[in-house]
C-alpha cells in the first residue's frame, strides 16, 4: 500500500492575543492521498485556514507560530524546510486558492503577467513562452477572449472569472496538491456551480490532491472524498463522505447535518440550530470543547479532551459518547 502523499501529525499552531498564546490549530492530524478531494468543514474560526496556511508555511508571524508537529508531503517534512526550499514547494509542488480573489490577485498588474509568473519563476520560462502558456491556461478555465484578456486587469473581471484566474494560476506548474480555501465566497450559487465543477475536473485530470476548505455541506456532499469535521481547532470527527453523511457519529457532525435543508426531508420538517456559541479560544472550557453546547454531554466529557478512535475503516471521532445515542 503506498504512502499518503501529505501526512499530518500532530500540527499545532499558536498565536499571541492579548490574554496571552492561544493554540488556533491542536493537535491535528489527517492524510490525504494522491487524487483525492479531502473536505475540512466546521463554524467559522475553527481552525479550518489556520490548517491550510500552515500547510504552506504561510502563518503570519511574529504574531502565530507553529509549535509542533510535522507536515510530511511527498516523503518531505516541510516544517523542515529553510525559507529557499519552501518558496520551491510554494505554487510549484502545492499550489493554493484564496477565499477573496480581489484581495489576492494585485490590482497593479495585467492578467497575463500575474498567471505567468509561476512559469517564468519556477521554470525559467522566457516571458514571451510565459505569456503564450498563460493564455493556454486561461482558455483551459474557459475565459472567453483570452488572448485579449491578458492585457487586462483584475477589477475587469467579474467574481467568478476573476476565480477563475486563480484556479489558472493554482494549475500552471502542475502542483500535486491543491488548497482551496473557500473558493467560491461570495460567488452566487450558479457561478459557485462552475467554480467547483471546473476545479474537480481539472484536478483529476491532472491527478493533484485538492483541500476543500469550506463550511457549505451541500458542497461537500457533491465534491468530496473524505471529510475531516473541525471543532475548536480540532478534529472531532473523520470518514469518507458516505460515513458523514449516513452515519456522523460525533453529535457536533450530527448538530452541523440537522441545521441544514435537504432535500429528502419533509418541508415541514424544522431546522435544529446547534444552541450557544464557539467558545473563545482563550477560554476553552475543560474537556471536551463541544461539551457545553451538546445535549448528550456526561461526565467525563468535561473532565478528559477524547481522542481520535477509529469506529469504522476508515470513520473516526474524538467522543466519550455512544455511538448510537
Not at 456532499?221 to 473523520?238: K, L, N, P, Q, S
Not at 468535561?302 to 469506529?311: D, W
Amino acid at each position: 500500500m503506498t504512502s499518503p502523499l501529505l501526512q499530518v501529525r500532530g500540527l499545532t499552531v499558536q498565536f499571541r492575543t492579548d490574554r496571552g498564546f492561544v493554540n488556533a490549530v491542536d493537535s491535528v492530524s489527517l492524510n490525504v492521498d494522491a487524487g483525492e478531494t479531502l473536505a475540512v468543514v466546521g463554524e467559522s474560526g475553527s481552525g479550518k485556514s489556520v490548517t491550510a496556511l500552515s500547510l504552506l508555511r504561510l502563518v503570519p508571524s511574529p504574531q502565530g507560530r507553529i509549535v509542533a508537529g510535522e507536515v510530511i508531503f511527498d516523503g518531505q517534512d516541510l516544517l523542515t524546510l529553510d525559507d529557499r526550499q519552501m518558496r520551491a514547494v510554494r505554487g510549484n509542488r502545492i499550489a493554493m486558492i484564496f477565499q477573496e480573489p480581489m484581495s489576492s490577485l494585485n490590482p497593479t498588474l495585467t492578467m497575463g503577467l500575474q498567471v505567468a509568473e509561476p512559469f517564468s519563476i519556477h521554470d525559467g520560462t522566457p516571458w514571451a513562452a510565459a505569456l503564450g502558456k498563460a493564455k493556454t491556461l486561461l482558455d483551459r478555465v474557459r475565459i472567453p477572449d483570452s488572448g485579449a484578456r491578458l492585457a487586462a486587469y483584475p477589477h475587469q473581471f467579474s467574481g467568478g472569472m476573476r476565480q477563475r484566474v486563480m484556479i489558472a494560476m493554482a494549475l500552471a506548474c502542475r502542483p500535486r496538491m491543491i488548497i482551496a480555501d473557500e473558493p467560491t465566497t461570495a460567488l452566487d450559487v450558479t457561478v459557485q456551480a462552475q467554480i467547483l465543477d471546473l476545479l474537480k475536473e481539472l484536478t483529476q485530470e491532472t491527478r493533484s490532491a485538492l483541500i476543500l476548505i469550506t463550511h457549505d455541506l451541500g458542497v461537500v456532499a457533491r465534491y468530496a472524498d473524505r471529510v475531516c469535521v473541525m471543532y475548536a481547532g480540532r478534529i472531532v470527527e473523520t470518514g469518507t463522505a458516505r460515513d458523514i453523511y449516513e452515519r456522523a457519529s460525533h453529535p457536533y457532525t450530527r448538530a452541523l447535518m440537522a441545521s441544514i435543508p435537504r432535500l429528502d426531508r419533509d418541508t415541514a420538517t424544522r431546522l435544529e440550530p446547534i444552541e450557544g456559541y464557539p467558545p473563545s479560544l482563550a477560554q476553552l472550557p475543560p474537556g471536551c470543547a463541544f461539551h457545553p453546547r451538546c445535549r448528550f454531554a456526561a461526565d467525563p466529557c468535561g473532565r478528559r479532551v477524547p481522542m481520535l478512535e477509529k469506529i469504522g475503516e476508515r470513520h473516526h471521532r474524538a467522543c466519550f459518547v455512544d455511538a448510537a445515542v
